[in-house]
């Protein structure tokens, strides 16, 4: 069974950095885009960033400039660099999966948990 789970969430005040980690587990043999989503309080759901399986980035434009995605394929691992933090970034932080591959076959749109991640004015 394929679990994402995140780490990294925090309280950081504003114009600081912070650094999600997601470590997807469970049989895995590939995964496709990997990404980080947000829900503020009282808000939709929104895309922060994806990375493809071969580098390629996608970012909101609210986070150009001061979000870095980055994964590393053999640890099955993607991180989220969050600099000049705002206090609009506040939300819960969740990282998803597009589809993975494991021993059984692909499956698709995995979730993990969320993170807190609270930036002080």
């Known amino acids: 069974q394929v679990q994402l789970v995140e780490s990294g969430g925090g309280l950081v005040q504003a114009g600081g950095s912070l650094r999600l980690s997601c470590a997807a587990s469970?049989?895995?043999?590939?995964?496709?885009?990997m990404g980080w989503y947000r829900q503020a309080p009282g808000k939709q759901r929104e895309l922060v960033a994806t990375?493809?399986?071969?580098?390629?980035?996608n970012y909101a434009d609210s986070v150009k400039g001061r979000f870095t995605i980055s994964r590393d394929n053999a640890k099955n691992t993607v991180y989220l660099q969050m600099n000049s933090l705002k206090p609009e970034d506040t939300a819960v932080y969740y990282c998803?999966?597009?589809?993975?591959?494991?021993?059984?076959?692909?499956?698709?749109?995995?979730w993990g948990q969320g993170t807190q991640v609270t930036v002080s004015s």
């Open positions: 998803n999966a597009d589809r993975i591959l494991t021993t059984t076959g692909w499956g698709g749109d995995y």
């Open positions: 469970g049989n895995i043999r590939s995964a496709s885009t």
């Open positions: 990375i493809s399986r071969n580098g390629n980035t």
